[in-house]
């Protein structure tokens, strides 16, 4: 067999493999990341796969590892930049149906797949407060523990008790708050590749009114000092000790600065927005030149707080 038949033949083994795992209406083939990520930038997956249980993804991960497939994550795609020839192998995306919420007491469980904004609600809904920080960071849980997001004085790690996650063996393993490793933007599954299924909140009892209030507030600051209503994965850079990455990039000069369709943002200039038809091609390149300019006028460095995937 010549080399382009064993590939053809090979990736229908794997798609066979794949339908054994996960029924054919959550299986998609080159499928366009930019469907799936808030900066709407993003060429294809060559597999992308919604799981809606546990035993699915455990399967999902089984079937690529037996084709020596790589394995990519994604939750609600808000702090990717996916590159424009998009995701080789298999894409494994924690939606809707891996978002169930319910709580016992003051624990809240949410499915990896379940919103930030949804699970704020949900609290809110029976009096529990601690999570109102997370009600405008358009993340799934699982994305927000895997980076430690925060906001307003909030972030995972004060609230986050215990996580379910599937592991490169296939096997489901439990981890407890003190082997989460949680950091500025950083979380243990950074450095250990397992998949976040389900996690544990533990919150308090508040009052319904003040909790109502810390929601309003915090989407009204929101809505008016950021560019929510632009396509970007928030904050480009991540926070340089001792500085604010918007701070520094305004005084540079480089509001509405702009690389194609990628654009610092005139709203909040820790921001790179998709102004229309971006590539991550002008992401990157706008990315490199707003480094370049604060570090040649400032002399600090800025570094990618959004994560980048795929192939250039
Ligand atoms: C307008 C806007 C405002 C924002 N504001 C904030 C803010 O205030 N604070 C803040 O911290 N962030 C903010 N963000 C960034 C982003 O929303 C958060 O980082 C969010 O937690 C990412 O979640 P996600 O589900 O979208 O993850 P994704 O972007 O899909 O993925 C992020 C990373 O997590 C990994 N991942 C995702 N799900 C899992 C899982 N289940 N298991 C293992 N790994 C996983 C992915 O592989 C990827 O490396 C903002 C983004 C936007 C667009």
Do not use: W
């Not at 919420?101 to 469980?109: K, L």
């Not at 523990?145 to 307003?152: D, Q, S, T």
């Not at 709203?267 to 040649?296: P, R």
């Amino acid at each position: 067999m010549v080399k382009s038949d064993m590939l053809i033949s090979k990736s229908m083994n794997l798609a066979a493999e794949l339908e054994k795992a996960i029924p054919s209406k959550r299986l998609l083939i080159n499928e366009p990341m930019s469907n799936h990520t808030t900066f709407r930038i993003g060429g294809p997956a060559d597999y992308f796969v919604l799981p809606a249980s546990v035993q699915e993804v455990a399967a999902v991960l089984q079937a690529a590892k037996e084709f020596a497939v790589p394995v990519t994550v994604l939750g609600n795609g808000s702090n990717v930049l996916v590159l424009d020839r998009g995701i080789r192998g298999l894409v494994l995306k924690f939606g809707p149906e891996m978002a169930g919420i319910r709580h016992s007491g003051n624990t809240v469980f949410a499915g990896a797949g379940a919103l930030l904004a949804a699970v704020s609600k949900y609290a809110a809904q029976y009096d529990l407060t601690g999570f109102e920080f997370a009600i405008g960071i358009p993340g799934s849980i699982g994305g927000a523990v895997f980076m430690n997001a925060g906001a307003y004085e909030g972030d995972m790690s004060q609230v986050v008790q215990a996580v379910t996650a599937v592991c490169q063996d296939g096997g489901l393993r439990r981890f407890e708050l003190d082997e989460l490793k949680f950091g500025y933007r950083h979380s243990v599954f950074q450095d250990n590749g397992c998949l976040i299924c389900e996690v544990e909140l533990a919150l308090e009892n508040g009052v319904n009114s003040s909790i109502r209030g810390r929601l309003d507030d915090y989407t009204e600051k929101r809505q008016t000092k950021q560019p929510i209503e632009m396509p970007s994965a928030g904050s480009t850079f991540k926070r340089p000790p001792g500085h604010f990455a918007g701070t520094l990039i305004e005084k540079a000069g480089l509001k509405g600065v702009s690389v194609g369709g990628a654009q610092v943002s005139t709203k909040h200039a820790g921001f790179i927005i998709n102004a229309g038809g971006a590539s991550a091609q002008d992401v990157l390149a706008l990315i490199g030149k707003v480094q370049d300019s604060v570090y040649k006028q400032f002399g600090v460095s800025l570094h990618p707080e959004v994560r980048i995937l795929g192939e250039a």
